[in-house]
């Protein structure tokens, strides 16, 4: 049974950072590809940022470009979103996603497996 499961969540103020963790297990890790979506209340879940097998190649919303970075560990099992300068805008739940097909990595429907998700919540 394959289980994706986000921690690291929780209040930080605006300009602070927050890392949240994505351990997977049920998986072949290695071979899945792996990204953050977000959802903010009455808003539709939306792409963060992505990464592929190794971590080598990484792709992220403009929003949070230069901002947020994506990293994997295989070794762990685990994904990891580094969030430096959030702002309340970014506040919204985080889910961590795997996919082990090709396809468009900032489309919801390209992947097999969700978390839960973890809360962030940004204040001013």
């Known amino acids: 049974q394959v289980q994706l499961v986000e921690s690291g969540g929780g209040a930080v103020q605006a300009g602070g950072s927050l890392r949240l963790s994505c351990a997977a297990s049920?998986?072949?890790?290695?071979?899945?590809?792996m990204s953050w979506f977000r959802q903010a209340p009455g808003k539709e879940r939306e792409f963060v940022a992505a990464l592929g097998w190794s971590g080598s190649n990484t792709y992220y919303a403009d929003s949070v470009k230069g901002r947020f970075a994506i990293s994997r560990d295989n070794a762990k099992n685990t994904v990891y979103l580094q969030m430096n300068s959030p702002q309340p805008e970014d506040t919204a739940v985080y889910y961590c996603?795997?996919?082990?097909?090709?396809?468009?990595?900032?489309?919801?429907?390209?992947?097999?497996?969700w978390g839960q998700g973890t809360q962030v919540t940004v204040s001013s």
């Open positions: 049920g998986l072949t890790f290695s071979s899945y590809r």
């Open positions: 996603a795997a996919r082990r097909r090709s396809g468009a990595y900032a489309v919801t429907q390209s992947y097999e497996y």
